[in-house]
């Protein structure tokens, strides 16, 4: 599973199982637009890693995809169920949600001029899985047997096992269709190019900056609201921030910190600096996760104890400025089947009376010395502090001597690929806004947290159950028996689930349209006044 784990909603309703069995043409016009207003520009600090689907897995190259691919799908401004895009329709032809058909709309070509066709998106997707990279998103589509190709039009999907998800991946930037006379069928394209038939065309790329044009061949439901688009991309958030205050930028999106964030939307309150900040919906989550091999960690009642006396609120108020939200459960809030299952089962203040029982009851009488691992490199730069805040709750209560280390992402990872934490801090930024992206890579078979937990009943019975249901509406009891074995369990503790924030100066409009759980940020919603 792909490691948007980085930093940085609609729910999903019962009518999902129409939508997924039977997508239809939902646009009346797919004619396109050919971009219109003043171009626009962002700056981040994300970086754009690759402009190969077959091989970005991080949100910055996802950005890239989503404005310059298009997929059989898409997910809609505002929604999580996914609509037509290069497909006229999409259906699950048989019962069990394992065989896929699509048929293309007419008329599709992808910026060079090239046809696309049937061809191009077997080649797609046959490429992902051959090349197979490491830091791509082959991965989700393990369950995928053969693609055929009956004809120009028309795309099956046989899975090897039942897997309801799927329009939903397809629809995400792992699903982008690339020329198959572009790209080499067996290794990565590395000119920094990109040969697409979304919105966008790639104008350039490179260490400083990637500037986008409209295409003017794009076919599909898109309106263009701006005549391009610039990304900067920036080393320091200090100066991200002084560039979205000064006007060097139009847009600041992804690498602000919670303190630039709160200065920031004080200062638009207060009409100062000629700035705004918009909020959007995210089903963004953070989780302590617990190595159940450790000699310490491993233990139910030091979980439990911790479980107790954590105390999200004043964490998500004092460290995260009230850019997050306390979380009680592993599916976030705004997903099929989220439940408050830590909040039932151990309270949302700290209880140290019950956590000291719980340490009693497995036969532990002294502190507990416990470190917790953070990196700073990946999940933002609120987590070494909030990591601080989280053992400090459990030091105040005389139960603990905890303490935090922090080091370098690959140190980090190595470390938890070996087993060598007790307790690590593992983020999450959703492929597709469905429970089964917040639980199968968790506690599934090869589990992205590699902390030695298995359940039985989620691996054998829960998950499976869920896989072949196409109305996701239905699956909620499913997903709420889930959380609440992993409540009991303690494999890990949700800790907050994020916002989306950007920063515009006066005069954009848009952005509320591209912050939302389906996380796919839309260029072509983003339009600029003329005298902005």
Known sequence: MRQRDQWLAAPIGAGLAT?????????ADDSGAAGQGEPVVMGMTDKVVTTDPAAGYEPGSWLLFNNVYQSLLSFPKGGTTPEPEAAKSCTFTDTRSQVYRCTLKDGLTFSNGDKLTSKDVKFSFDRTRRIKDENGPAVMFSALDKVETPDAKTVVFHLKTPDATFPMKIASGAGSIVDHTAYPADRLRTDGKAVGSGVYTLKEYGAKQAVFGVNPSYKGPAKVKNSGMTLKFFHDREALKKAVRSGGVDIAYRGLAMQDIAALSNASLNQQHGTQVVEGGSAEVMHLVFNLKDPVAGKLGVRKAIAYLLDRSTLVRDVYQHTAEPLYSVVPAGITGHNTAFFNTYGDRPQPDKATAALRGAGITGKVKLTLWATP????????????????????????????????????????????????VKGWIPDYPDPDNFTQPFFGKNSVLSNHYNSPQITGRLLPKTADQPDRGATKDTFRELQDIVARDLPVIPIWQGKQYAVARDGISGLEWTLDSSTVFRFWEISKAADA
Do not use: H, M
């Not at 939508?19 to 646009?27: D, E, N, R, T, V």
């Open 377 to 424: 490199d990946r999940f933002g730069p609120g987590t070494v502090p909030a990591f601080k805040e989280i053992a400090q709750q459990l030091n105040a209560s005389g139960l603990f001597d905890a303490k935090v280390r922090s080091v370098p992402i690959k140190e980090y990872e190595q470390g938890v690929a070996d087993g060598r934490f007790g307790v690590y």
């Open 19 to 27: 939508a997924l069995l039977a997508l239809a043409g939902c646009s």
